[in-house]
Nanobody
Framework: QVPFVESGGGLVQTGGSLRLSCAASERIPSSQYMGWYRQTPGNQREFVASIMGDGRLSYSEFVKGRFTITRDNAKKTIYLEMNNLTPEDTATYYC??????????WGQGTQDTVSS
């Protein structure tokens, strides 16, 4: 299976919004437990949000209430809607399986930069 492909990142001001997309060339099963992660230089990748096959959602404390994860099974795509962004959200964002990411499925990520 090829890596996931993330897109939608960019440069926004504090308080702005971005919508990230995660696609796979192969169909992401509707039952697949998927998540978004992020990483800043010099730090480990951290969990951001996840969505289970039955629709249950989970968010890290630092994004709860601001970010929303969704999926479109027909388009084989996972989304991350990010609102009220702060400079602390500046990072490279990745998607991968949950609860354990698959090493060979890490993509290039998409860079989000939030200016103050």
């Amino acid at each position: 299976q090829v890596p996931f492909v993330e897109s939608g990142g960019g440069l926004v001001q504090t308080g702005g919004s971005l919508r990230l997309s995660c696609a796979a060339s192969e169909r992401i099963p509707s039952s697949q437990y998927m998540g978004w992660y992020r990483q800043t230089p010099g730090n480990q990748r951290e969990f951001v949000a996840s969505i289970m096959g039955d629709g249950r959602l989970s968010y890290s404390e630092f994004v709860k209430g601001r970010f929303t994860i969704t999926r479109d099974n027909a388009k084989k795509t996972i989304y991350l809607e990010m609102n009220n962004l702060t400079p602390e959200d500046t990072a490279t964002y990745y998607c991968n399986s949950r609860p354990v990411p698959v090493k060979n499925h890490w993509g290039q990520g998409t860079q989000d930069t939030v200016s103050s």
